[in-house]
């Protein structure tokens, strides 16, 4: 698995309560660009409209050597996923005001394009310090422990 791309914002700013993988609809020159590693998630957020689940704002730039066939660089591209699990996902989203955020974007096995999204609860002000000082306080106990040694 080669990952290309990671939204380091996710993790900070939103409680992650779910992950899934979906596939990405994409054009020929994005591909290769994604190849590249010329893509930027940290703005990205998903959306369901009409049964159908589309990323926004996600960044890939154009591809150097694609002149005329290059694509729009923050155009909306559709995600693969099974029907049931996008239904799923909308009735979440509605009811609880929960937000699909992309994680990860990479290649699989395969080769194929893949996304990791992830099912999030936007975190307050107050809930990030309380993540910051847990961090800090491990972060003590480690250096206490490894010089106790």
Known sequence: MK???TNSKARRNFEILDKYECGIELKGTEVK?????????????????KGELFVENMHIAPYKAG???NHDPLRRRKL???????V????????????????????????KAKIEIALAKGKHLYDKREDIAKRDQEREIRKKMKYQF
């Open 88 to 111: 799923k996902l909308a009735s979440k989203v509605e009811q609880k005001g929960l937000t699909l955020v992309p994680l990860k974007v990479y290649f699989n096995d395969r080769g």
């Open 33 to 49: 660009s994604l190849r590249a590693g010329s893509v930027n998630i940290n703005d990205a957020y998903c959306i369901v409209r």
């Open 80 to 86: 693969l996923m099974h029907k049931r699990e996008i």
């Open 67 to 69: 002149n005329v066939f």
């Open 3 to 5: 990952i290309v791309a």
